[in-house]
């Protein structure tokens, strides 16, 4: 079925209305108001002409103006393809019955034109618009013994021009819905990408109120702690002021474990039902694109938050851009546990490139994941270091020093 038509009813199975925009419901008021003036028309002329059959005239264009208005009123002729079809065929019934009464029936081949494309499929819409031609120049030679060159081009022209308009405005209209499903697509979009971002926001803070926490209140005190009990240690055993360090001491102690708890309940929530190695392992398992293998080796170890963060975030973004630009068939991520260090390797088959090249012009498209890594990698006192060649693959290494609370 065609689009619906600016200059006719809403198309069969269409909503209606709601595709009507102001101008197509001038057009299709432009419709009834030619069809109309052409019935007054032949109607006028046989009365205006003292024709012997203008009883008749009259009678036909009465009842082709009825057939018209009750299809313009019926629902069911603007949701299905048969009953359109059918108040077509009752249309032109009546239009043959006035071409036999009258030769001013030619002209109301116009308007007929257009609801024949409009309520048909093309290719039948445009044999009906030959038809029609057709038998409005049949008609109008019945009742002149002249053959004027307009009998013939009148009609031939206005068949032509129909079907041209008709095919200019389903371009048209299809170009117009292509733009309103790309707006609303972009509109999604960018809702979607505000989401996102208000979420890296919300997580982003989470983690650095973590990494402030961690570094600021959690060590001083800790070294509160420790200078107290250092203190204690110093004071003879029957000093007035060993209660009040030991009350000090305590305090400190008990702010410290309640630091650490604000720590894990700002920690991202890749971390908060598990171990690093779990939510590495959750990132390879859940990787579209290549094959992700994790594996662990060393002893396991407890790490600060501010380092679980580092190294997930590293291995995201690492494993990110091997999905979106490494063409890579597989990829292995492995964390290792050493005496003094904990190091990540993120290492794939991909197609590589050039470290130089990439740090040292990034483009619009990204270029930034490697030196946010680095940052992250640096800012915990770590080394970050990228091998690769074009064709050789990517081999992504971290290594970060372990916390004289995480060697204890």
Not at 116 to 144: M, N, Y
Not at 150 to 157: D, E, M, N, W
Not at 335 to 347: A, E, G
Request: hydrophobic fraction near 50%.
């Amino acid at each position: 079925m065609t689009p619906p038509l600016a200059t006719a009813l809403p198309a069969p199975g269409d909503p209606g209305v709601r595709t009507l925009t102001p101008v197509s419901r001038v057009l299709r008021l432009c419709l009834h108001a030619l069809l109309f003036g052409l019935l007054a028309l032949a109607a006028g002329r046989a009365v205006a002409d003292s024709a012997p059959n203008a009883g008749w005239v009259i009678a036909a264009c009465a009842v082709l103006a009825a057939v018209y208005l009750a299809g313009v009123r019926t629902p069911a002729v603007h949701r299905s393809v048969r009953a359109g079809a059918v108040w077509l065929a009752g249309l032109c019934a009546a239009w043959a019955a006035l071409l036999v009464v009258s030769p001013d029936g030619l002209w109301i081949a116009f308007p007929l034109y257009f609801l024949e494309l409009h309520l048909l499929r093309l290719r039948w819409g445009v044999a009906a618009v030959a038809v029609t031609a057709a038998a409005a120049i049949g008609g109008f030679l019945a009742h002149s013994s002249a053959v004027p060159p307009g009998a013939f081009l009148g009609p031939l022209l206005g068949g032509a021009v129909a079907v041209a308009t008709v095919l200019g405005y389903q371009a048209l209209y299809r170009e117009s819905e292509r733009r309103r499903e790309l707006i609303e697509e972009l509109i999604t979009t960018r809702a979607e990408l505000a989401a996102a971002e208000r979420s890296a926001g919300i997580l982003a803070e989470r983690e650095r109120l973590a990494r402030e926490i961690h570094d600021t209140l959690a060590q001083g005190l800790s070294s509160i702690q420790l200078l107290l009990r250092a203190a204690e240690r110093s004071l003879p055993e029957d000093s007035a002021a060993l209660p009040h360090i030991g009350r000090a001491r305590e305090a400190a102690q008990e702010n410290l474990a309640e630091a650490r708890r604000f720590v894990r309940a700002l920690t991202p929530p890749d971390l908060e039902h598990g171990s690093l190695p779990a939510a590495l392992e959750r990132l390879c398992s859940g990787a579209p694109g290549p094959r992700v293998r994790f594996s662990l080796s060393g002893t396991p170890r407890s790490l600060p938050t501010p380092y679980e963060v580092a190294l997930l975030r590293i291995a995201q973004s690492a494993l990110a851009n091997v999905v979106r630009h490494a063409e890579a068939g597989r990829a292995e991520i492995t964390l290792t546990f050493m005496d003094s260090s904990v190091t990540l390797d993120i290492v794939d088959d991909g197609k590589g490139f050039d470290p130089c090249a990439a740090s040292s012009a990034p483009s619009g498209g990204g270029g930034f994941g490697l030196p946010a890594m680095r940052s992250r990698a640096e800012t915990l006192g770590g080394l970050f270091t990228v091998e690769s060649a074009p064709g050789q693959g990517t081999a992504v290494a971290v290594t970060l020093p372990l916390p004289a609370e995480a060697l204890s």
